[in-house]
């Protein structure tokens, strides 16, 4: 397996505009992780789905900020409008449940810059 | 979930075993400890990860104190490539209606050095 696959990997944009970001799981797993990282805040987890249900979307900052999972293969984050503040890595990652409490398997990140 | 206390950085010869503590000491009954590290640049990576006896897979050993309030992650031969910044987490067990999440501290810098 490919592992996690986010796109793009690098996104450079104009304050304002909208901003989406896109991951792909890794087959068969059914947990699905958006985290955002600074370096004034660290790792933050903004939002998870379970079986393309968001659980808890506690972590998201603003309205301004939107998640989706159409199917088990794919997932969405959305910025509208960006804002400079907004400027950070987001890692997607995924989890299976099946068996143990394994771990979950992170992407390569999106690091996005509002200018 | 419980809140854990690493160090902020360590250093370690290349060859030597590398021992990186954790303190979670609210550590409650069904509550996992894992590990986490994250290259520069790169995605956070999955370790290993343990609930009350020691654990060993390719990547490295883990060591929970009886009490379960401090664990040790150990890389037995610490190479240049494992310098990252090394996340201890504790998560409470699966639940089918809340999921799982991973709340990460601000880790161990470890820096391994020729």
């Known amino acids: 397996d490919a592992g996690v696959i986010q796109s793009p990997r690098h996104e450079v944009t104009e304050m304002g505009q909208e901003v989406t970001l896109r991951c792909k799981p890794i087959s068969g797993h059914d947990y699905l992780f958006w985290y955002r990282q600074t370096m004034m805040r660290g790792l933050e987890l903004l939002i998870y789905?379970?079986?393309?249900?968001?659980?808890?979307d506690s972590g998201m900052p603003e309205d301004r900020f939107s998640a989706k999972m159409p199917n088990a293969s794919f997932s969405t984050l959305k910025i509208q409008p960006s804002e400079p503040r907004d400027s950070a890595v987001y890692f997607c990652?995924?989890?299976?449940?099946?068996?143990?409490?394994?771990?979950?398997?992170f992407g390569q990140g999106t690091r996005l810059t509002v200018v | 979930d419980a809140k854990t206390t690493q160090p902020p950085s360590m250093d370690c010869a290349e060859g030597r075993a590398a021992n990186l503590p954790c303190n979670h000491s609210t550590i409650s009954g069904n509550e996992y400890v894992y590990w986490y590290r994250q290259i520069h640049s790169q995605g956070p990576q999955y370790i290993i990860h343990g609930l009350k006896n020691n654990e060993t897979n390719e990547m490295a050993s883990l060591i929970i104190t009886e009490d379960r309030k401090s664990s040790t992650l150990i890389l037995p031969h610490a190479t240049l490539r494992d310098t990252a910044v090394y996340y201890c987490i504790v998560r409470v067990a699966y639940k089918e209606t809340s999921g799982s999440r991973l709340t990460f501290g601000e880790g161990t810098q470890l820096t391994v050095n020729p």
């Open positions: 990652a995924s989890r299976q449940t099946r068996g143990t409490m394994n771990g979950a398997f």
């Open positions: 789905f379970n079986n393309n249900v968001p659980i808890d």
